[in-house]
């Protein structure tokens, strides 16, 4: 119902910034809550941070709080993840996923198993 495609990875120096996006195509792009999660080699997929329907709500993990911001453009149908001030900890696949459900999601979603359409992650490497 929708399909999801991220970009924006790569490699970066610890201290450095990169702005990961996350295209939306198939369904109305505003329907969709939005939450972006990572997976590092070894660890489990967490949480890395979500945005409501319009926007309006931002939630972080305490990890990225203060350096990650996350946003959407619903005309582009496209949610971002600016990522500053990197750390070698910040090394990961990230994906971006979208919620289907009702306002349940203000209050699970950190949970990856609420969301229900999964990009195919984009590399981000921090390293000297």
């Known amino acids: 119902q929708v399909q999801l495609v991220e970009s924006g990875g790569g490699l970066v120096q610890p201290g450095g910034s990169l702005r990961l996006s996350c295209a939306a195509s198939?369904?109305?792009?505003?329907?969709?809550?939005m939450g972006w999660f990572r997976q590092a080699p070894g660890r489990e997929r967490e949480f890395v941070s979500a945005?409501?329907?319009?926007?309006?709500?931002?939630y972080y993990a305490d990890s990225v709080k203060g350096r990650f911001t996350i946003s959407r453009d619903n005309a582009e149908n496209t949610v971002y993840l600016q990522m500053n001030n990197l750390k070698a900890e910040d090394t990961a696949i990230y994906y971006c996923?979208?919620?289907?459900?009702?306002?349940?999601?203000?209050?699970?979603?950190?949970?990856?198993?609420?969301?229900?359409?999964w990009g195919q992650g984009t590399q981000v490497t921090v390293s000297s």
């Open positions: 198939g369904r109305t792009f505003s329907d969709y809550a």
């Open positions: 996923a979208a919620y289907n459900g009702g306002s349940r999601w203000f209050t699970r979603y950190r949970n990856l198993d609420e969301y229900g359409h």
């Open positions: 945005v409501s329907w319009s926007g309006g709500n931002t």
